[in-house]
């Protein structure tokens, strides 16, 4: 497919055919001979066949190849006359990242790491299909549905604080447990407090570089600090709801006049019936995975306490801020200098809100949204800040991670014969993993370089880097 280079770091996909919206790719020259392997860039001109699109359909620079959309797709939707689709939020719905800061230098935990690592991995029940201590009986599950990390704090798993500084305080409006099904409920009763599998991970870092010594400042970080970064989903739950929607709206869109260019790109309308039923369900499920990476930050506020031997106050663990990833979200933007509601699919996308926005918290609405962009294992990860040239070009979004290179069975077949876990060990990153398998997926040649995918969204202006994160140990499913 033609693409015509608007600038250094964007590229418009001409209208064409049925698109009612043009595509524009953000990633350098060099990122876009990878991005032409795979057939992202047809995805994202798929998505903007649909109805109610507005301006045009996006790809972040960490865009790969997805189900419908692409993974890194981010596109808008009229309120009232477009669509809402499953396949714009994802299976794993409200996948996302916390970052916690804590009262730790480097020399606090010096040849304690290894010991920290295998503490963390024997406390947070990891891998496919693994399930918690946490038990919840159908009553509790609608509870969660609704509430989401607020239903964590309230049960005690937390403080109120990290609600404060949590996306839409923990809770999307809108949720019906109603519209979730016995199926995704009885996955759901025994997985909060789960990290799960696949790219999931929970990752002690340290704060390499500082950026915007000011910005930092407010988010309360500093040089030589050690942090931690949480990244998980709404597990099973999530999953099933994402798959029943798929497979009610497939059947859906066959009584509609809309012609797909993709099966995989099923909707209904969002002011249908079947479109609100979506939005309530996903929502749930949105709600389930703030919970669950609350519990997950509990988890491991206790966990270092313990193996540290270090009080609460002592130890200072706060939540800087927690973004979805995989979401769909009723918003205002202005568009041709009118201010429209819209239904903004973030797919492999996260916010990216500037300074001033109601939706910041009060304690960063000087400087903006806190960011974050997780790297591989082996490399590094970024806190960034939002921007008002991203509320202007991107709907308030930036990209939320490296974006994968290989396949998951590209990635264990260039693994064959080496030992991933001692190459980190040998890097000073201690890992732990269920199977050599899962590590072989995720070794760092898998993703592109999270230092390249930044540098775009930086200079492109959509978010600005505040500082760099150098893993120290992980934990993967």
Known sequence: MDLEKIDQYRWRIPMSGKMKVPG????????????????????????????????????????HLGYGFPIGGVAA????????SPGG????????????????????????????????????PTGVGSSGNIRLNRSQERK???????????????????????????ALPGANPDRVSDRAFERGKDQLGTLGSGNHFLEVGLVEKVF??????????????????????????????????????????????????????????????????????????????????QILMHLTRET???????????????????????????????????????????????????????????????????????????????VMVGTEKAMEDTFGSCCHGAGRLLSRHAAVKKARGRAIYREMEDKGIFVRAHGRSTLAEEMPEAYKDISDVVDVAHNAGIAKKVVKLRPLGVIKG
């Not at 939707?77 to 809402?84: A, K, P």
């Not at 009262?103 to 963390?120: C, H, N, P, Q």
């Not at 059947?251 to 002011?271: F, G, K, M």
Request: net charge negative.
């Open 304 to 382: 270092f306490q313990r193996y540290l031997q270090m009080s609460p106050k002592e130890l200072n663990m706060r939540l800087v801020y927690d973004v979805a990833h995989n979401i769909a979200k009723k918003e205002e933007h202005i568009v041709d200098g009118e201010k429209r509601t819209l239904c903004v699919h973030r797919k492999g996308a996260t916010r990216a809100f500037p300074a001033g926005h109601p939706d910041v918290p009060i304690a960063y609405r000087d400087v903006g949204q806190p960011v974050l962009i997780p790297g591989d294992m082996g490399r590094s990860s970024y």
């Open 144 to 170: 969660v549905c609704v509430e989401g990390a607020k239903w964590a704090v309230k049960n005690g798993y937390g403080i109120p604080e990290d609600i404060e500084h949590t996306e839409e305080g923990g």
């Open 89 to 124: 939020v994802g299976y794993d719905i409200n996948c996302g990242c916390r970052l916690i800061t804590t009262s730790l230098e480097l020399s606090d935990i010096k040849g304690r790491m290894k010991g920290l690592v295998d503490a963390l991995f024997n406390t947070i």
């Open 77 to 84: 939707f009229d309120w009232n006359e477009g669509v809402i």
């Open 212 to 293: 915007e010594p000011k910005t930092a400042s407010a988010f309360g970080l500093h040089e030589g600090q050690v942090t931690v970064l949480i990244h998980s989903g709404s597990r099973g739950f999530g999953y099933q709801i994402c798959d029943d929607s798929l497979h009610r709206l497939t059947q859906h869109v066959r009584t509609l006049d809309i012609e797909l260019p993709d099966r995989q790109l099923s909707c209904a309308y969002l002011n249908s019936p079947q479109g609100r039923d979506y939005f309530s369900a996903m929502a749930c499920a949105a709600n389930y995975a703030w919970a669950n990476r």
């Open 24 to 63: 524009i790719i953000y990633g350098s020259e060099k990122m876009l001979s990878e991005v032409r392997k795979d057939n992202s860039i047809q995805q994202v001109a798929n998505v903007a066949v649909l109805p109610g699109i507005v301006k045009y359909s996006l790809a972040m620079p960490d865009v």
